[in-house]
């Protein structure tokens, strides 16, 4: 069973907005933070955003500062991406992941232990 599952991706206009959803599903677990993560075709897994519970703090990729918002609720292991201003460049899956490791940096894959199955987003000019 998928610890995490995504919802809310789909087809945009660019210059459009889009939220995406992530929440546990089944599985009990204590998260530390979490985050999300893209992966257009043929490329890597790139950091997007994160959220630490503990001070709520947010982090985010350079290229998605000011127009992506992460939020989310760390008690029911719940989080948003809230896009505007969305570029075609930015058509990729987008994964939710969830750390149970206390102090990590949060912005790379390896920082975490659960992750979703993905959810398309394609932006289109």
């Known amino acids: 069973q998928v610890p995490l599952v995504e919802s809310g991706g789909g087809l945009v206009q660019a210059g459009g907005s889009l939220r995406l959803s992530c929440a546990a599903s089944?599985?009990?677990?204590?998260?530390?933070?979490m985050g999300w993560f893209r992966q257009a075709p043929g490329k890597e897994r790139e950091f997007v955003a994160a959220?630490?519970?503990?001070?709520?703090?947010?982090y985010y990729a350079d290229s998605v500062k000011g127009r992506f918002t992460i939020s989310g609720e760390g008690p029911r292991n719940t989080v948003y991406l809230q896009m505007n201003l969305i570029k075609p460049v930015e058509t990729a899956v987008y994964y939710c992941?969830?750390?149970?490791?206390?102090?990590?940096?949060?912005?790379?894959?390896?920082?975490?232990?659960?992750w979703g199955q993905g959810t398309q987003v394609t932006v289109v000019s």
């Open positions: 959220i630490r519970w503990s001070v709520g703090s947010t």
């Open positions: 992941a969830g750390n149970l490791q206390a102090y990590s940096i949060l912005e790379c894959p390896a920082d975490y232990d659960l």
């Open positions: 089944g599985r009990t677990f204590s998260s530390y933070g």
